[in-house]
């Protein structure tokens, strides 16, 4: 029944995810047609980072302002960057949309940083808000380190020609963009304006619909001029499938999800009938393992983990003396390390797992298994206190005279007991064996 019970909660999870890998919330659907050409849509990347969720709801938030026949999207952008390839899918969808996309660096205080330059540089018409950045934009490596001999001059060179096509296709300032790469150069709104990196400073959406009004701009299908005057403004915000993919796809949080569904999972094959982390356990790996599928997941760094917990499980169940202990401190260290892929394809070091996160959780992981082991040790070189061996050294009293068999009482049990010496009635004597047939040696107590 217990088993019945955990297989229906893991059910139930799986139909979860698959729903919402389908997309299957009202919110998705909310507009049937209603929507006329007089409306504009304005979505917000808040301080988000570039993935291929932020790719995916940027370019599902195209498709439904084309099939509304919307007349433009507004993106309002704060982002620290990203994934190069999820940042390539945002400008091709950009490229190759039919409804004029305007991203607004917005509000103030935000940025459009790495990844956001060319995002920024794809849309049709571009504008920031007062007192927001723009730039630095040098690919770096997970790793860290923004050098070109540590990224690689082709990818330095194949980021300068990207943002120097949409800066040509978009009639920008080309020049600044290849500094943004090669030279990780940030300026203000101020100075995007003056150097035609942008075309409008403003300060909210009205003003900036107000700005636009009776601009032409090419769309994939041919020129367009925008009539913003008047325009029903609808805010669209992600979903609660987009919200939860974006949370768990954050690299800490997927690991996190990742050991707390393992430690789950052993906690309920060391106990089991548990149910409860067993359960949950299982409801964190089904969460890490989708989150995971969102990322470049190195499977050599998993198995490492998971040798990691396997070594971790043999030292309380084998003595080696700490051997696997070493073993899986560094098996997870490397495992920990190694998760997430390195490839010459990040802008901006943010997807990435914490170092103090891994050694946090490596050294508390460690902990716990040394702690086991330790105990377990403990007990395999400790005193036998159950059967024969368990009652050799007890204390007890003579019933009858012993001389040189009687009766003694030991914890309350009466037991047959030899002697060589005279035992009187009520002394207190010591069991030094035990011999066949449960006869117990026994000596006074000095």
């Not at 969808?93 to 060319?118: D, E, H, K, M, T």
């Not at 380190?145 to 990207?162: F, T």
């Not at 202990?325 to 070091?349: K, R, V």
Request: aromatic letters at 6%; glycine letters at 8%.
């Amino acid at each position: 029944m217990k088993t019945k019970t955990l297989l229906s909660y893991i059910a139930i999870i799986l139909l979860f995810l698959i729903s919402v890998k389908s997309g299957a919330f009202l919110a998705e659907a909310e507009e049937t047609g209603n929507a006329k050409s007089n409306t504009v849509h304005v979505i917000k990347v808040e301080n988000s980072i570039v993935t291929p969720v932020l790719s995916e709801f940027i370019t599902k938030s195209i498709k439904r302002a084309e099939e509304k026949n919307i007349h433009c999207l507004i993106i309002e952008l704060d982002t620290p960057g990203g994934a190069m390839e999820s940042m390539r899918e945002i400008t091709k969808s950009f490229l190759a949309a039919n409804v004029p996309i305007i991203v607004y660096v917005s509000p103030q205080g935000a940025r459009a940083a790495s990844a956001g330059v060319w995002i920024t540089y794809a849309s049709h018409i571009a504008a920031m808000a007062p007192s927001t950045n723009i730039g630095a934009a040098h690919p770096v490596s997970i790793g860290g380190g923004a050098d070109s001999s540590v990224i690689g001059d082709k990818v330095i060179n194949d980021a300068v020609a990207q943002v120097k096509a949409l800066a040509e296709k978009r009639d920008r300032n080309a020049e600044w963009a290849e500094k943004a790469v090669r030279e990780s150069v940030s300026i203000t709104e101020k100075e995007a304006l003056e150097l035609n990196v942008i075309d409008f400073i403003s300060p909210s959406i009205d003003s900036l619909l107000k700005q636009v009004d009776g601009m032409e701009v090419e769309l994939a299908s041919g020129k367009t001029r925008l009539n913003t005057e008047n325009l029903r403004i609808v805010y669209r915000e992600m979903n609660l499938r987009y919200k939860i993919l974006e949370k768990i796809s954050n690299p800490n949080v997927a690991y996190i999800l990742l050991m707390l569904g393992i430690y789950g999972l052993f906690f309920e094959l060391s106990n089991p009938g548990a149910i409860f982390p067993g359960v949950v356990g299982a409801i964190f790996l089904i969460l890490a393992f989708f989150a995971l599928s969102m990322l470049p997941v190195n499977y050599a760094g998993l198995l490492l983990i998971l040798l990691a917990i396997i070594l971790f499980i043999l030292e309380v169940k084998v003595t080696s003396y700490g051997l696997l202990t070493i073993g899986g401190i560094i098996a997870m260290t490397l495992g920990s390390l190694m998760l997430i892929e390195e490839p010459p394809n990040i802008y901006q070091p943010v997807l990435q797992i914490s170092l103090s996160l891994i050694i946090t959780v490596v050294a508390v992981t460690a902990a716990f298994f040394i702690f086991a082991f330790s105990m377990a040790f403990k007990t395999h070189l400790g005193k036998v206190t159950t059967g024969r061996e368990g009652l050799v050294g007890e204390v007890g009293v003579a019933q009858t005279k012993i001389s040189p068999e009687g009766k003694v009482s030991i914890h309350g049990e009466i037991w047959k007991a030899m002697s060589d010496q005279v035992i009187k009635k009520g002394e207190k004597i010591r069991v030094v064996a035990v011999d066949d047939g449960l006869v117990l040696r026994i000596e006074k107590l000095a």
